[in-house]
């Protein structure tokens, strides 16, 4: 089975700074999703970028990159000039790309907070 | 992409007794996802519902605890039933986002029970 490790419970950044959140996860799948999600307190679960197995250029959306080590299996979250709406939980997760309908895997989580 | 409607949005509830939480997406989906967040910890899947066929729970998760409809494909609801303190959680339905891999989530029901 697949899992998913956050290794970082908690953590800050400076408003206007730079901070990389940790991912690492196990699979014996070549074909794979991974994605961070943010969960503000709002609850709401929001995507915030995905990243395909077989693509091996970083994902980036506007503030937010990814570094990817498929062989590493490292999966690690950077955002740029943290803003204090970035304040949240992050989750990284796993989904196969095999079938349809695969459940996702979710790792623990990263507070996040931003401090101004 | 979808839009998930999901209510209430929070209650606070007597032990021993039920909670229906519904969720309305605003395009037909095959599949619907139910997940529980305890508190300060990740999610975790309680169920799978597909439209016309018995849910599909994960281990852990029984019917009689938590029984699912899902009457059409755009609607399910979720049942909390005979609930106790340790019910207290985030309960988060979410779909397929088709071409996208991704799950679109529902707006979350936080749960407390007295």
């Known amino acids: 089975a697949q899992t998913v490790t956050q290794s970082q419970p908690e953590m800050s950044v400076q408003e206007a700074e730079t901070v990389t959140l940790s991912c690492t996860y196990d699979?014996?799948?070549?074909?794979?999703?991974l994605f961070w999600y943010k969960q503000p307190p709002s609850r709401q679960m929001i995507l915030v970028i995905r990243?395909?197995?077989?693509?091996?250029q970083n994902a980036t959306e506007n503030r937010f990159s990814v570094n990817f080590q498929k062989a590493a299996k490292s999966f690690s979250l950077k955002i740029s000039d943290s803003q204090l709406g970035d304040a949240a939980m992050y989750f990284c997760?796993?989904?196969?790309?095999?079938?349809?309908?695969?459940?996702?895997?979710f790792g623990p989580g990263t507070r996040l907070s931003v401090l101004p | 992409s979808a839009v998930i409607s999901q209510k209430p949005s929070r209650d606070i509830c007597q032990r021993g007794t039920s909670l229906t939480i519904q969720c309305q997406v605003d395009?037909?989906?095959?599949?619907m996802f139910w997940y529980r967040q305890q508190p300060g910890q990740s999610l975790t899947l309680i169920a799978t519902?597909?439209?016309?066929?018995?849910?599909?729970?994960e281990s852990g998760f029984v019917i009689d605890k938590f029984p699912i409809s899902r009457p059409n494909l755009t609607f399910s609801t979720l049942t909390v039933s005979n609930m106790s303190p340790e019910d207290s959680s985030i309960y988060l339905c979410?779909?397929?986002?088709?071409?996208?891999?991704?799950?679109?989530f529902g707006s979350g029901t936080r749960l407390t029970v007295v």
């Open positions: 979410s779909v397929d986002r088709q071409g996208n891999y991704g799950y679109t």
């Open positions: 997760a796993y989904r196969s790309a095999v079938g349809y309908g695969q459940n996702f895997v």
């Open positions: 699979t014996s799948e070549s074909d794979y999703y």
């Open positions: 395009s037909q989906v095959t599949m």
């Open positions: 990243q395909e197995a077989y693509k091996q």
């Open positions: 519902a597909n439209q016309g066929s018995e849910a599909t729970y």
